[in-house]
């Protein structure tokens, strides 16, 4: 158990629909990242964010947003959903972020499904 | 740009056995650090180890060993006396910290079946 806490676990959703996945970190973790891993792309950083700010973004679609939380949880957004966001959804966490690779440890992941 | 080459997608072995998986990257950094996470069957990523580019002694845990060649660019992982409890992906990472963040950049995985 690496701490990170995800959910839900599994989701079946429509095309057109829009979803919010959840994410804590670990105690004392102030960096959120979420990651995408599907069949034909693999795994794909989305975006950062470090003490409740963004600090980095990937290849993450406009239709897809996220926060951080004073609490520092933090929720992905999917809207408009297409059959092609279907995937695993992972959030990770690690101590510090700038200056400074910490080990980033990975939730148990969202499995979304768009029918 | 970043980039994570595991040219091999699936291996298979038996049981006993000794596994090598390959990993090489390319990054224009010279401080960057190199990561291997085990996903088993059930889904979740499990992280294995991390190694900073200035440290380049080989580490071993157990039955696990690593391998970090700068001058070749690679970070290669051997399993040895494989177990069917090791079947598994295993993805190689590279982190750059650049303007505060530190996101990983992956393999595309090897898939590890051991049989008994």
């Known amino acids: 158990d690496s701490g990170v806490t995800q959910t839900p676990k599994h989701l079946i959703t429509a095309t057109g629909q829009r979803v919010t996945l959840r994410c804590s970190p670990r105690?004392?973790?102030?960096?959120v990242y979420w990651y995408q891993q599907s069949l034909d792309q693999g795994l794909q950083f989305l975006i950062q964010?470090?003490?409740?700010?963004?600090?980095a973004k990937g290849n993450i679609l406009e239709r897809f947003s996220a926060q951080q939380f004073p609490d520092l949880h933090s929720e992905l957004n999917l809207s408009s959903l297409e059959l092609g966001d279907s995937a695993l959804y992972f959030c990770?966490?690690?101590?510090?972020?700038?200056?400074?690779?910490?080990?980033?440890?990975f939730g148990p992941g969202t499995r979304l499904t768009v029918l | 740009a970043q980039k994570v080459t595991q040219a091999q997608t699936e291996i298979s072995v038996v049981e006993k056995e000794d596994v090598t998986l390959d990993c090489v990257y390319e990054?224009?950094?010279?401080?960057?650090?190199l990561f291997w996470y085990k996903q088993p069957p059930s889904g979740e990523l499990v992280f294995l180890i991390r190694r900073n580019s200035f440290d380049e002694q080989n580490e071993i845990s157990g039955r696990y060993s690593w391998n970090f060649q700068k001058s070749t660019s690679s970070f290669n992982f051997t399993i040895t006396a494989s177990q069917v409890v090791d079947s598994a992906v295993y993805f190689c990472?590279?982190?750059?910290?650049?303007?505060?963040?530190?996101?990983?950049?992956f393999g595309k995985g090897t898939k590890l079946t051991v049989n008994p």
């Open positions: 990054t224009r950094d010279t401080t960057y650090y």
């Open positions: 105690s004392g973790d102030l960096s």
């Open positions: 990770a966490s690690s101590v510090v972020a700038g200056g400074f690779t910490d080990t980033q440890y």
């Open positions: 990472a590279l982190s750059e910290s650049r303007g505060g963040s530190e996101k990983l950049v």
């Open positions: 964010y470090y003490n409740g700010e963004e600090r």
